[in-house]
């Protein structure tokens, strides 16, 4: 039978092969891309972010939680003896593809009516440009259009409309 938590993060629980009744393995083998919780995954983007060069971000189905370790060899170390039933899972960056960071879709946001089909050209421009569209939001000063190029940021706000915060984006950036 699955426990909650099981269940809820979307674990497998090896099934026997002669009868079909659960059993319960020695050895825990599930990979990254078994695991279907989108939080999960979304927390696991934020903090593969934030990672230097060689450390390993894990998570230990046992206790829900992910721990970063400084190299290969402190996470081997940690899946051996008593730790083998914490259940460590590595988290592979190509698994989370999407909870990452989620760049800015135009045929979205003219879905969501926050964009007409006629402002793709100040989109083209800016791409043409070497700028990226990195946050659209509405806030208490109106449009705000965050856009980068590099380690640059730039923010350009309008009262009235997406549109309008768009085009003077595009027109202002070199």
Same mark, same amino acid.
């Given at each position: 039978? +699955? ?9 497998? =629980? ?8 659960? !059993? ?10 078994? @695991? ?6 979304? &927390?696991?983007? *934020? ?8 450390? @390993? ?6 206790? %829900?939680?992910?721990? =970063?370790? !400084? ?5 081997? *170390? ?5 730790? &083998?039933?914490?259940?460590? =899972? ?5 698994? @989370? ?10 045929? %979205? ?14 989109? /083209?421009?800016?791409?043409? /440009? %070497? ?17 980068? !190029?590099? $380690? /640059? ?7 009235? $409309? ?8 595009? +027109? !202002?950036? /070199?």
């Amino acid at each position: 039978m +699955k426990t909650f938590k099981e269940l809820m993060e979307g674990f497998p =629980v090896a099934k026997d092969k002669k009868d079909g009744k659960e !059993k319960k393995t020695s050895k825990f083998d599930m990979k990254w891309k078994d @695991i279907k919780n989108r939080h999960i995954k979304r &927390e696991a983007g *934020q903090l593969l972010k934030a990672l230097d060069k060689k450390e @390993i971000l894990a998570y230990s189905a046992e206790h %829900g939680e992910f721990t =970063v370790f !400084k190299d290969e060899m402190e996470f081997i *170390q940690a899946k051996k003896g008593k730790g &083998e039933k914490m259940k460590w =899972v590595r988290v592979e960056s190509k698994n @989370i593809v999407g909870y990452i960071e989620e760049a800015f879709n135009f045929k %979205g946001a003219v879905k969501l009516g926050m964009l007409d089909k006629y402002d793709e050209p100040y989109i /083209k421009d800016l791409k043409k /440009k %070497g700028w990226e569209i990195d946050e659209f939001n509405l806030t208490s000063k109106g449009y705000e259009i965050t856009i980068k !190029k590099g $380690s /640059k940021k730039v923010m350009y706000t309008d009262r009235k $409309s997406p549109s309008k915060a768009l085009a003077l984006a595009a +027109k !202002k950036a /070199k």
